[in-house]
């Protein structure tokens, strides 16, 4: 493992001699993966994270987003530790000829083809539970579905020539199409399923221990975000600037999300003010609502969790006297909807909850209406997507996108009203 701040390379040897340091400058390793089970992780490999995370230090993100980033690159590299197709030909190989090897002193030569058999059903079953499985992303499951196709074409092929011109035995024909359709069957009906929740690699307590001390070794994380500030009293603002408006208004449903897109000055780029549901910034948010109100046309883009909470923002700042209440202000639902993730293509890491989908049937009506009967089925069934488990550059390309298919009506976009008359979603995002 190299050390990040030498550049030397330190073998297991070197860094237990050391005690854990350096050998060139004595700089402490965070990390130790041989000690670390299925979870490996190295110090440079961190570091590289923090650099893809933030595009090189150019974008704020809070640690929430490197939880998830962090899941997504692991579940990454130790699915790709082997090629699935090296894997298949060198045991099937291998355990034909061992295993059937020892079988063929009691059973003969036969046993060569039975122990072919049973390797290949137990692999058929193995790429079944890779395709439900939660600790997989979205891309590999996929893999193994179509693997699951692959193999049942070739074992049909294979299997049905061996046995009718090669061995004759109706036995082994009848075997083989079972397990070769068995598999063609299991591919076919996962390949729409591949969608589904997902469960972490790690648990939150152990990442904040691994980030603590790579804070304590190597230093505050400059462009992490702390929690957003919960602040009373309000700033001053010069009456000058209070005397404009905003044409449009971003309110998200956390802070966070509010924090984030503050800090990279999505304000700014897009001209429009930012707030959270919740009253972030709470230093200025008596002031920019007192702008917003002035603007006749002011447009508010609803940008929230795909969550029971989440889906109730549109009908909140609708009826909530601080916000919207008995006002014609056009309010238009960006997502994330159940909507919008059945029908991406992308991988996104749906978790579930028993709480999720208890609050799910306690929505309002009113939220209830503007809800397919599919979109509130999913909710129902406990699944939730976080808006922090994309990264800071995919947030605002999917809020940008949002904002401009509303602005231009994009073809991609799908404006459906409400029974208030002017709530709207989209349907795709990026």
């Known amino acids: 493992m190299k050390c990040i701040r030498c550049g030397t390379d330190n073998n297991l040897k070197d860094r237990t001699a050391n005690q854990g340091r350096c050998k060139n400058c004595h700089h402490p390793f965070v990390f130790e993966p041989t000690t670390m089970g299925a979870i490996k992780i190295t110090d440079p490999m961190f570091a590289k994270v923090l650099d893809k995370i933030s595009i090189n230090n150019t974008l704020f993100f809070t640690p929430r987003q490197l939880f998830y980033f962090l899941d997504n690159k692991l579940r990454r590299r130790i699915l790709n530790s082997f090629s699935l197709g090296f894997f298949y030909i060198f045991f099937s190989i291998w355990t034909t000829g061992f295993v059937g090897g020892i079988l063929s002193l009691f059973l003969g030569y036969n046993a060569f083809v039975f122990v072919f058999l049973i390797f290949n059903f137990c692999f058929v079953i193995y790429l079944f539970?890779?395709?439900?499985?939660?600790?997989?992303?979205?891309?590999?499951?996929?893999?193994?579905?179509?693997?699951?196709?692959?193999?049942?074409?070739?074992?049909?092929?294979?299997?049905?020539?061996?046995?009718?011109?090669?061995?004759?035995s109706f036995t082994i024909f009848t075997i083989s199409v079972i397990i070769g359709m068995l598999s063609i069957y299991l591919g076919i009906r996962q390949l729409p399923k591949i969608n589904v929740e997902q469960d972490f690699l790690f648990e939150d307590s152990q990442f904040q221990r691994w980030l603590?001390?790579?804070?304590?070794?190597?230093?505050?994380?400059?462009?992490?975000?702390?929690?957003?500030?919960?602040?009373?009293?309000?700033?001053?603002?010069?009456?000058?600037?209070?005397?404009?408006?905003?044409?449009?208004?971003?309110?998200?449903?956390?802070?966070?999300?509010?924090?984030?897109?503050?800090?990279?000055?999505?304000?700014f780029e897009n001209n429009c003010a930012i707030l959270s549901i919740?009253?972030?910034?709470?230093?200025?948010?008596?002031?920019?609502?007192?702008?917003?109100?002035?603007?006749?046309?002011?447009?508010v883009y609803a940008f929230h969790n795909c969550s029971p909470r989440g889906m109730s923002l549109v009908h909140n700042l609708r009826t909530n006297s601080q916000w919207f209440a008995n006002t014609n202000v056009t309010i238009i639902d960006v997502g994330l909807t159940p909507h919008q993730i059945m029908n991406t293509k992308r991988g996104i890491f749906i978790q579930n909850s028993t709480e999720s989908?208890?609050?799910?049937?306690?929505?309002?009506?009113?939220?209830?209406?503007?809800?397919?009967?599919?979109d509130l089925?999913?909710?129902?069934?406990?699944?939730?997507?976080?808006?922090?488990?994309?990264?800071?550059?995919?947030?605002?390309?999917?809020?940008?996108?949002?904002?401009?298919?509303?602005?231009?009506g994009d073809s991609s976009s799908l404006l459906v009203e409400d029974n208030t008359g002017s709530s709207y979603y989209i349907e795709s995002f990026g």
């Not at 299997?159 to 009718?164: A, L, V």
């Not at 995919?394 to 949002?402: A, D, E, K, P, T």
């Open 129 to 168: 539970t890779q395709t439900t499985s939660p600790k997989i992303n979205k891309k590999n499951r996929k893999n193994s579905a179509r693997s699951l196709l692959v193999l049942g074409v070739i074992f049909l092929v294979i299997g049905i020539f061996t046995s009718t011109l090669i061995l004759e």
């Open 212 to 267: 603590s001390r790579w804070q304590q070794i190597n230093g505050t994380i400059s462009n992490m975000l702390a929690p957003p500030q919960q602040q009373n009293s309000s700033a001053k603002v010069n009456s000058d600037v209070t005397a404009y408006s905003f044409d449009r208004l971003v309110v998200c449903d956390s802070a966070d999300i509010a924090q984030i897109l503050i800090a990279n000055n999505f304000h």
């Open 278 to 299: 919740t009253g972030y910034p709470q230093s200025i948010f008596a002031t920019t609502m007192e702008m917003l109100r002035r603007n006749p046309n002011l447009q």
């Open 357 to 374: 989908g208890e609050a799910a049937k306690q929505l309002p009506p009113e939220t209830k209406d503007s809800l397919s009967a599919a």
């Open 377 to 408: 089925q999913w909710l129902e069934a406990g699944k939730f997507v976080e808006l922090e488990s994309f990264t800071p550059q995919r947030l605002i390309q999917v809020l940008n996108r949002g904002i401009a298919g509303v602005r231009v």
